[in-house]
């Protein structure tokens, strides 16, 4: 691939990216995507013909050479590759997992007294999941018992994961008959790189088996209980108001962002900026107050929890530091860029690490412990306010939109039936009449290599014109509330006539930010909730819907996508050919034989306008299945109640008031 140097409106489709592009270009600093466009991409080890296992390699299977050193084929080494990186993302998503219930257990025990039970009613209802009792006992008794099995979860002698039996009784026979159920978090991803050392299990097939066994722990496992032990620790998210885009960052004020995924030191640093002490020191230093925003991950947890806004997604973070404007970015944990440090000693920008996983030369680490939690992340902040007397000159793009996150299974549950009457019954209704054509949830990262936010933009766009709902995680859904679709009145001004409707009898955006990258389990038991509604069949696999990750890059996506193929979705992973482009063979084992083996399949197509046509004949398809009406957008817009005019009329914090009313964000900041 040749070396190309794009042009800020060539990287980017974010109006405030490309105003900080351009300032990276006037001053000759260096970015995540100056360095892509400086260094093209290996496309031997893109197309997964590179084997690095052992030290008779590296080995690199072009042109006439169709085996390895120690004879491993192109599909051995590309099942390998995909396997490994699987395994890397899964033990990323499960060991925050692991971390939060250490949290809880230090909480329960007593030790950490900063935290508490935010969320009672899901510690009982996660109680109930992993065989602890709840009834007649004290909350910390409940949560230290809750923390000990979740914990058991990594690494049990014997059985299966628990949270298996939470999907539809279609898919555990599915992985049972397959032979993919994971028993042991911890286990399976050692068990994948054990396979996947030099002269070990060498059947593409086999080993792609245990990579859904693997990716499967992450789902079900991991991820799942982070997401459960998350809310119990800090509340199940309900819709709040906030904003999202670098104009969240204020020139009078302290900028603190907070940067990485896990949410127990970021919830603290929440705490400590609203402490009156800090705000008077922030005062006596020249500021105004203090403004908390966020980055990929750790930004979406404390949006749906706390309505601190989005500063932006991930290939925004050098981009944070170029307004000259952040005085700390506190990071913790996964997709932090090393290249931050170089850029933010041209700033007075202080990179704080907090992690004991995670250090970075040249910044300052202030190690994180949750004993001494808001004791520590006040010393950060009051390190943020020293900084703010030494800020040069600044640049702060005006770009923000207002958005409305928090759709949480449990809210979307409410929203749909009241508390009397939760359901996912109106959703299924929906689709069953057509009005809702399917669903997409689109997550995942942006990709220093595509064009920021592009991809995302024109694949929700296309499925919202359609009548597709969208649900979304991660920084696919940062970027969508930074377009501003995420709000009710987006539907008016994109959805197609169906979606419109529903949307506006619910008062509910088109676009549903649901969480974090480990809340896509939140998709997972969405869509084993209407899988047991009656009306869409038995299971996930058989539900109109599709997953996808147009613009991703990590590790995890890989994981993500795989137990999202493994509990039946068709999945598509844009922007390249994919990391298995070198074996057809595996190619064909990810698709076809994947759909065979388990009803989802897994594809990477590069193109916006072919993932679109892709995902709306698997919509289709799956309606057909079903025996469900064909799609007919002609059918709908002339129903509703129409609340949606009197509504705009109204300003934002009153607008979204009368929709969600004041239990709802009582609830998420309770
Ligand atoms: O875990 S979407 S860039 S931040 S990896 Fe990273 Fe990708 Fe963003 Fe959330 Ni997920």
Redesign the pocket.
């Known amino acids: 691939m040749a070396k190309k140097t794009r042009t800020p409106a060539e990287a980017s489709r974010d109006a405030a990216a490309v105003v900080l592009l351009e300032r990276a270009c006037e001053l000759g600093a260096e970015t995540a995507f100056s360095r892509a466009d400086a260094m093209a991409a290996c496309n031997i080890g893109g197309a997964g013909l590179c084997c690095k296992n052992c030290a008779m390699g590296p080995c690199r299977l072009v042109g006439n050479t169709v085996r390895g050193v120690c004879g491993a084929t192109v599909d051995t080494i590309a099942a390998r590759n995909f396997a490994r990186a699987v395994a890397a993302g899964a033990s990323?998503?499960s060991d925050h997992g692991r971390a939060l219930a250490y949290t809880l257990l230090e909480a329960a025990e007593g030790h950490a007294p900063d935290y508490k039970i935010r969320d009672p009613f899901k510690l009982k209802e996660v109680a109930g999941y992993l065989g602890v009792r709840a009834d007649g006992r004290a909350l910390e008794e409940v949560a230290k018992d809750v923390a000990l099995a979740a914990l058991a979860e990594f690494g049990k002698a014997q059985g299966e994961l628990i949270y298996l039996k939470r999907a539809p009784a279609k898919r555990q026979k599915i992985w049972h008959d397959a032979g993919i159920a994971p028993r042991a978090i911890d286990r399976e991803v050692v068990e994948l790189l054990h396979r996947t050392h030099v002269g070990n299990d060498q059947e593409a097939e086999h080993i792609l088996d245990q990579t859904m066994r693997c990716a499967l722990g992450d789902g079900w496992g991991g991820s799942m209980l982070a997401t459960d032990l998350t809310d119990i620790l800090f509340g199940t998210p309900a819709p709040v108001i906030s904003e999202a885009n670098l104009g969240v960052l204020r020139q009078d004020q302290v900028n603190i962002i907070v940067h990485?995924?896990e949410p127990t030191l970021s919830e603290m640093i929440v705490a400590a900026v609203q402490d009156p002490e800090l705000i008077e020191y922030a005062r006596s230093k020249g500021a105004q107050g203090i403004q908390l925003a966020g980055?990929?991950?750790t930004a979406?947890e404390t949006l749906l929890r706390e309505g601190v806004p989005l500063a932006g997604?991930?290939?925004m973070q050098e981009l944070a530091v170029l307004t000259g404007a952040v005085e700390a970015m506190v990071v913790d944990i996964?997709?932090i860029f090393q290249g931050l440090v170089p850029l933010a000693e041209r700033y007075h920008t202080e990179i704080i690490t907090t992690s004991p996983k995670a250090k970075i030369e040249g910044a300052t680490h202030i190690e994180f412990e949750e004993r001494r939690a808001l004791e520590i992340a006040k010393q950060i902040v009051r390190r943020a306010i020293d900084r703010f007397p030494q800020r040069g000159e600044t640049l702060i793009p005006d770009e923000r939109s207002p958005l409305v996150p928090g759709f949480s299974h449990e809210y979307i549950d409410y929203a749909l039936g009241g508390m009397y009457r939760g359901s996912f019954r109106p959703l299924n209704d929906a689709i069953i009449a057509g009005r809702i054509r399917g669903v997409v949830a689109n997550?995942?990262?942006?990709n220093a290599r595509v064009c920021h936010d592009q991809l995302h933009h024109y694949v929700v766009t296309e499925f919202l014109k359609h009548d597709v709902l969208v649900v979304e995680?991660?920084?696919?859904a940062?970027a969508s509330a930074m377009h501003g679709y995420m709000t009710p009145e987006a539907a008016l001004e994109v959805a197609g006539p169906g979606l419109r409707e529903v949307c506006e009898t619910v008062g509910m955006p088109p676009v549903l930010h649901m969480g974090?990258?480990?809340d896509n389990s939140r998709i997972l038991t969405v869509l084993s909730q209407m899988a047991s509604e009656t009306g869409l069949g038995e299971d996930i696999a058989d539900i109109p819907a599709v997953g996808m990750?147009p613009e991703?890059?990590?590790e995890?996506?890989l994981s993500?996508a795989t137990y999202c193929v493994a509990s039946g979705a068709y999945v598509i992973l844009g922007g390249s050919d994919g990391p298995v482009s070198g074996s057809e063979n595996v190619v064909r084992l990810m698709s076809e034989g994947w759909e065979n083996k388990v009803g989802g399949r897994l594809e990477f197509i590069e193109d916006g306008e072919e993932i679109v046509r892709r995902a709306l004949a698997h919509i289709d398809k799956k309606r057909a299945a079903l025996g469900l009406a064909e799609y007919d957008a002609s059918k709908w817009g002339k129903s509703g109640d129409r609340r949606m005019p009197d509504l705009l009329s109204l300003p934002l914090e009153e607008r979204i008031e009368a929709v969600y009313g004041t239990a709802a964000r009582a609830q998420s900041t309770a």
């Open positions: 990323a998503h990485g995924h980055i990929c991950c979406n997604n991930f290939l996964q997709c997550i995942g990262c942006n995680t991660g920084c696919g940062i974090s990258c480990v990750a991703w890059m990590s995890k996506a993500i």
